[in-house]
């Protein structure tokens, strides 16, 4: 009981202690709850509220809140086809770009190790088309496939291709060019955790009777997941919701419409604001879904 | 290696010509070296003397510049780390972070296919007292624990050759101590040859049946603990592993039986057969312990050494023993030990003192010869630190 005594106001100091600091911590993250508040919870209210109107029976172009929940079964069964489609694409761009990025960021961040300035050279080389706008990258492309371009030439040339074939304007274009733009947001991720990769462990493997395959199963490919997770988020989704690419005005055509342009012409163009609103609602909640199920399916907890 | 099945025992490590150069230094100069299947062999040097390359090189991890490296009468110098049949137990220790200390323990075995290999992974676990954490990852386990760990790894898979690179550096003495008597036990029990690499010359002679000396990427010295200690046949031997009093003199004398060295205006008399050179200039040596602290000048007696007199400048008190440290003038600084067979010391600091020691103690060294003691010691501190 003594002891207890004299433990109390030990405890009682070390509760303000953690308060105050729990008070200065509060108001270090007022800024960015303001800003929470104000730039995300307001509008994400407000979409949800428009996403939930009929259009005015006396005004055109006027909307009036009516808890309309069959926007969203409207939405569903007339756009099945293009939210599906934009998740096939924004699948395939990601394994694409991930493929593509691995080797990539493996020889920056492990193989160009010994010298660190080929290593940022290399670097700045990923990085390097961020200096220009993605839109006219993205229309340098539409010009490189064009039908009068090279590559389309070239294919006809070897008979890969048909007189009557293009490449624009087909789901192969859109594809190439989601995964060629989202490759640096791969890519990156990748080599901060490649770069950082023990290579006593790979020592350790191959004095373990593990061959360079099996090695890379099972210790490099599971020390870099936090890299993998996180560059396949950052590509994944925003792939999914992109309108640039599958624009008909850029690489898309009316086959490869993607989710993006839907939204996109409803609210720009047709003026639906509420079957817009409840297509980007849906969109967030899929996205949110799927990353949910796959953070924690690949369990990366431990390694972060 | 065949798969799914164990070495049925060590094999034999020889190493031909040896040498491995990096950009800009060579690691290891050249290395001739046969290790006997079964032995518990100690690479014995100072920091940055190639020996861990020379593990590394065994291991695979490394290539050699030029020579053969041999396992059993196989030639793997070509062949790669997965194929042959040695583990290391890494300084770094190199425990997989992601997988848990069970998984780790078993890696080996299931790369190899061998049955049941969680069981075998808990039975080596055991063998280190750390079956109980099993399931942890290692993040979660001290260094010493991970070090324990890293053990296992790598006996689990009973190796013909186990590579051990400072495996007992980050225990404290007394799990040192067991780790070195449990080390001893797996490798008597299983016949498995040991390749011990350590800085500590306490632990090498303790655990090896045969200690290497390497200083610079060469070999000083190889031969048995007690024969390194009582026998040092170089300046760095005498020094490295355990201390030594050097003389340099001129050979004046010559017999059968022994040589006699003119040191600083006395006659040092050394056994013919324990003198690496028996002409010229040359330097002798005799172990501390071997000396004798008199404090009259004795008399003349065939077989006995006497350098004298001198001032004792230090005594140090060390439980066991006392050293003492003698300024003879011409011949420098002469370190004592002497077993404190009474209470106290002996002698005070001041006090005037004669040394002497039996003829068949002394040694002669190889190398071409220093001065001073005070410049073998500054030898072999820059050869420590190179």
Redesign the interface.
Known sequence: MALTAFTGPVVSADASGARRGGRIALLLLLPGIAYLLLFFLAPLVSLVITSLQTPSETVFGQYDFTFNWQNYGEVIGTYSEQILRSFLYALLATVFALLFSYPLAYFIGVVMRRWPLVQSLLLILVVAPFFISFLLRTLAWKQILSDEGPVVSTLKALALLGPQDHITGTPIAVVFGLTYNFIPFMCLPLYTTLERL?M??I?????????PA??FR??TL??S?PGIVSGTLLTFIPAAGDYVNASSQFLGGTSSTMIGNVIQSNFLVQLNYPAAAALSILLMAIILVLVGVYVRRSGTE??L | MARGLFAESGADLELVGVRKEFPGFTAVEQLDLTIAAGTFFALLGPSGCGKTTTLRLVAGLEEPTAGRILIGGADVTDTKPFRRPVNTVFQSYALFPHMSVLENVAFGLRRRGIGDPLGKAHTALQLVELDHLAERKPAQLSGGQQQRVALARAVVNRPALLLLDEPLGALDLKLRRQMQLELKNIQTEVGLTFVHVTHDQEEAMTMADTVAVMNKGRIEQIGAPEELYELPRTSFVANFLGQSNLFAGEVVESGDATIGVQAAGRRILVPTERAQRRSGSVTVGVRPEKLLLLTEEPAATAGINVLGPGRVTDVSFSGVSTQYLVEVPGVGTIIVFAQNLVFGPVVERGAEVWVSWRVEHGFGLSDAPVSSIAQAHEALVGGAEA
């Not at chain 1, 020592?203 to 061959?211: F, K, S």
């Open positions: 023990d006593r462990l020592e350790a493997g191959r004095d373990l009777y593990a061959g099996t090695t099972t210790v599971p020390l997941m431990d390694l």
